[in-house]
């Protein structure tokens, strides 16, 4: 696979979280799903428990666990977050363009593509999404360019992840 560039895309229409990434699989959930990729006949794929890379607010390290079964397909270019689950989940999603960083009390030199933010059902951790191409987007730590002074470096992993949601 290609080296990537930009996290994992947040998709209003996806009804389930999609990767073709090994690395976003957090476990198998031994099931099969029969899904419809935008292209192509319906097939079936493996359900897993996705978690996709990004950072919080503060530039530390996180992992967004995506709520409920998501699928492994090893030919699919970008991971797919669907926003419909994480709010079912309890996120509050929060679109946004760069025009708006300001307002939302981000600056444009640490987050030059700032497409808004995702807050954690225990209201503790931010997410900044980016706005590329006219995609909302995680960031991937790499490319942000927040200056870490004040946090350790270890990632949180917060509460509400000890919930078992998996349907």
């Given amino acids: 696979m290609p080296h990537r560039i930009l996290g994992g895309v947040l998709d209003s229409g996806a009804q389930r979280g999609a990767t073709g990434w090994k ?4 476990n198998h959930t031994g099931t099969s ?9 319906a097939k079936h ?6 978690g996709t890379e990004t950072q919080d607010s503060h530039g530390k390290p996180f992992v967004l666990v995506v709520p409920d079964v998501s699928v492994y397909d ?19 999603v929060n679109h946004g ?6 307002e939302d009390e981000f600056s444009l030199k640490a987050v030059p593509l700032y497409g ?10 931010t997410i900044v999404m980016e706005y590329a191409h006219h995609t909302w987007c995680l960031a991937l730590p790499s490319n942000m360019l927040y200056k870490i002074n004040d946090v350790d470096d270890e990632g949180h992993v917060p509460a509400y992840l000890t919930q078992d949601q998996i349907e």
């Fill in 45 to 50: 794929m493996t359900g897993i428990l996705m």
């Fill in 23 to 26: 690395s976003e699989i957090l």
């Fill in 74 to 92: 090893p030919d699919m270019s970008d991971s797919l977050i669907p926003v419909g689950r994480l709010i079912e989940a309890g996120f509050s």
């Fill in 97 to 102: 363009i760069p025009s708006q960083a300001n």
């Fill in 116 to 125: 808004g933010t995702i807050m954690t059902p225990d209201d503790k951790t």
């Fill in 33 to 41: 799903l029969l899904m419809q990729p935008a292209v192509g006949p």
